[in-house]
């Protein structure tokens, strides 16, 4: 049992294993049957309970400083020890080893990925009086430690990354012997001298993000852009994850990469802005001194640095290339996302950015890759070395810059030590951990070879705050080394190369399936293709085309940004949301719709309304009205007519049209805008037309106006019979009957019936039309008497 301990790597002395011996015999003895039972039984045994126990203590190192120390140092490690087992580690002592020197990066790894498995070999131990006795380990509980031990002390040989151990050792009562119980193993780059070659290391600082404005702006004058949420205003608040980026940035020899659709998010939020809640409806933005707070460190933090702008909202140069270059204008959208990044950097942070540069998400590359992010101008492309791998046998890792054909250039970052800080590293003990590790890879490639190169790391796009961190203390470990020195991406990008690394860019089918399935679907550019269709329509009719191209042409570039990778379902909502609102302002300009028209005879006049409801004037559009039974009815002479239109913003005008009838009946009438290019602009009105040629209150008009002659002809036919048969009674033999006084007429003058009124007619009353008069009787100039009805 002491033997198989000591193959765990403790070295105790010989009285100490004595004592261990015989206490495991006395314990053992009550219930073996025998010492030769004992002598079988017990290895076996012990194994058993040591794999049972492997796990019962764990052992984190929250901090090592200094991280690469130095001739004269103190080397002080900080952590935890957890008694995670049920039962009590008692006799317990934690202690310092150093392990053998790594000589290869990837024994590095090796170690790094068996941090803490006790069945590998430890170091040998340092003097017991740089360790700390715990008499008790209660199990759950943590118990915080300090050491601290001289660089001399720990015995370090020649230059190079030492492996570095932080060891529980003790007993418990199923076990009752001195043993390894828990270990966590880190690295101590070492090179207390200068280095005869430093290498050139390139470390990029990028300020990327999600998407957080909406296409939709104000109707104001000055369009007030409207945000999703507010999570933009989190991200740049004191604590947040943009704002540690450039707290922490500023002090450092970094090459910043900015998505300058971040940059134009900030500046708006600088002034009036809108954020669009849960339930649709937006309120105004509150953020405005965080912001310019925001902005103004960030231009401290940049200036004289260099600085690297990537195309608008950071597109998805891979999903592009594999499932969107089947649209037309899909590489015209990564042309625009490029071409205003001069407009947008430059006049935010006074600085100008370098555009040549394309960066496909995590480095990977294949030849459609390289051909589309070289479509839109950029003749360097950031790679990495897991995509772009060494095939040549060089035996140390080459310069990061090799030409890879058409005048374009390949940036291969190091993979090792750009997927450093990936991860959560929110607990000390892991960001530690990758601060370590970090230092020896680049430590170790350092010493492969005294050929002095160029080295760049390009971490994850959007680090978290915890792995800002972490990518901070490693790099400010790094520019205190004597083994490394800070140097601008351009310039990697421009030394020279190594004759014997890989310039081959790696086949389509050997791009990672994993990022693969990430990409951006082949929908997605469907769906944009066709919101730019319909953009270019709209915009056609406007006046004023820019209050839509620019605030929809950047939602577009924002539509296929590799920052929807692995949010799905938020890219599409995004996307929708773009298409809804061009849709509806489509909308705006539109016909109103007409119901039923009646045309009354062969010609007539036909109005139809052209509303817009938008705040600019809409020109260039053009009315064409259709009859579908042009044989019926005819609009201008013909099936259909167009006219132009021009309706002012929030205005209304109606459109006339001449129709002629040919037949009664209904006929259906189609009214439809068109763009001067003549597509059709809109949804159409159709409506019916009732023709007739003669309508019943026509012809009860004029059956009214007949009968009015034919009465009145009767009536003058009356009239003049009876003032016929008066005169033939004057004039015969019983003329002198009759008279006034007579019996014929009891009334006398007054007797005598007006023809129109029936009533008596009075002495002095004019003579009526009909009456016979002396053709040279003078003409009665009095008004008519009352009752009578005068013709006209």
């Known amino acids: 049992m002491a033997e198989a301990a000591d193959f765990q790597g403790t070295h105790p002395s010989p009285a100490r294993r004595w004592v261990r011996r015989t206490v495991a015999l006395v314990a053992s003895a009550p219930l073996l049957a025998g010492l030769v039972q004992v002598s079988a039984t017990a290895p076996a045994h012990a194994g058993e309970q040591a794999a049972a126990e492997s796990d019962g203590v764990s052992v984190a190192v929250d901090s090592l400083s200094p991280a690469a120390p130095a001739d ?102 199923a076990q009752p012997w001195e043993q390894v119980l828990g270990v966590q193993r880190t690295f101590l780059p070492w090179q207390p001298g200068e280095a005869g070659t430093r290498t050139k290391t390139t470390f990029l600082w990028p300020l990327v993000s999600t998407a957080h404005m909406a296409a939709e702006t104000g109707s104001n004058e000055t369009q007030t852009p409207v945000f999703l949420n507010e999570d933009l205003a989190k991200e740049i608040s004191p604590g947040g994850r943009l704002n540690q980026m450039v707290a922490l940035g500023k002090d450092l020899d970094v090459t910043w990469v900015v998505d300058p659709d971040l940059l134009a998010s900030v500046d708006a939020m600088t002034r009036t802005y809108e954020v669009r809640g849960t339930d649709g409806n937006t309120t105004a933005g509150k953020h405005q001194t965080v912001a310019k707070q925001w902005l103004a460190d960030l231009q401290k933090a940049v200036a004289d640095k260099e600085v690297v702008a990537l195309p608008f909202a950071d597109p998805d140069l891979a999903s592009l290339a594999h499932n969107g270059t089947d649209f037309t204008g899909s590489l015209s959208q990564l042309k625009e996302a490029t071409d205003v990044v001069a407009n947008t950097v430059e006049p935010i942070l006074h600085v100008k950015p370098i555009t040549d540069f394309a960066w496909p998400v995590e480095g990977a590359v294949d030849p459609s890759i390289v051909k589309v992010a070289t479509s839109a101008g950029a003749d360097k492309v950031l790679a990495r070395s897991d995509s ?129 399935k990430q990409e951006l679907p082949y929908s997605v550019f469907e769906q944009i293709a066709r919101t730019q269709d319909k953009l270019d329509h709209f915009k056609a009719v406007l006046s004023d085309q820019s209050r839509v191209v620019t605030p929809f042409g950047r939602a577009m570039n924002r539509e296929m940004s590799a920052s929807w990778r692995g949010q799905a379902t938020a890219g599409q909502t995004f996307r929708n949301g773009v298409e809804t609102y061009l849709d509806g302002l489509t909308g705006q300009v539109r ?29 260039h559009l053009v009315l064409r009205l259709t009859s579908t039974n042009p044989t019926r009815l005819k609009i201008g002479g013909e099936a259909y007519q167009e006219q132009p239109v021009s309706v002012s913003g929030g205005h209304s005008q109606s459109v006339k049209f001449t129709t002629s009838a040919n037949a009664n009946g209904r006929a259906t009438v189609i009214a439809q805008l068109y763009t001067a290019d003549g597509r059709k602009y809109g949804q159409p009105v159709t409506f019916d037309v009732k023709v007739t040629e003669i309508t019943a209150t026509v012809m ?71 009456d016979p008069g002396a053709d040279t009787a003078a003409e009665n100039a009095d008004p008519s008497g009352t009752g009578e009805r005068v013709d006209r």
């Open 72 to 173: 004269g140092d103190t080397v002080t490690v900080s952590g935890t020890v957890t008694n995670n087992s049920k039962q009590a580690v008692t006799d317990a002592q934690l202690g310092l080893r150093v392990g053998q020197r790594l000589d290869t990066r990837s024994a590095i790894d090796t170690v790094a990925d068996n941090s803490d498995d006790l069945g590998g070999t430890l170091g040998t131990q340092i003097d017991d009086k740089y360790a700390e006795e715990y008499p008790k380990l209660t199990p759950g509980v943590a118990e915080h430690f300090t050491l601290s031990v001289p660089v001399d002390a720990l015995d370090l040989g020649a230059d190079g990354v030492y492996e570095f151990d932080v060891t529980l050792s003790g007993q418990t009562s």
């Open 388 to 516: 772009l791998q060494e095939s040549g046998g060089l035996s140390y890792t080459p310069s990061a810059a090799r030409p890879i054909g058409g005048g374009t250039t390949a940036v291969v970052a190091d993979a090792r030590l750009s997927t450093a800080f990936e991860g959560d590293l929110t607990k000390a003990s892991t960001s530690t951990a990758a601060v370590q590790r970090f230092l020896a890879q680049s430590l170790s490639l350092d010493l492969q070879t005294g050929k002095q190169r160029s080295v760049v790391v390009a971490p994850q796009r959007m680090p978290t705050g915890s792995q800002a961190r972490a990518m901070a203390e490693a790099l400010t470990a790094l520019e205190d080394g004597t083994w490394s020195e800070s140097q601008e991406l351009s310039d990697a990008a421009s030394a020279k190369p190594d004759a014997g690394a890989t310039t081959k860019v790696p086949a389509r089918s050997a791009y990672p399936s994993a990022l693969r």
């Open 591 to 619: 016909l109103i719709d007409k119901s039923e028209t009646k045309l009354s005879g062969r010609s007539a006049t036909i109005p139809v309304t052209v509303q817009n409801n938008l705040v600019q004037d809409a020109d």
């Open 700 to 770: 009860l008009v004029i059956g009214g106006g007949v009968l009015l002659l034919v009465l009145a002809g009767y009536r003058m036919y009356q009239q003049r019979k009876r003032a016929a048969a008066r005169a033939g009674g004057d004039e015969g033999p019983d003329a002198g009957e009759g008279t006034e006084d007579g019996p014929e007429n009891p009334e006398g003058p007054a007797g005598r019936l007006t023809e129109e009124s029936g009533t008596p007619a009075r002495a002095g009353d004019p003579e009526q039309p009909s």
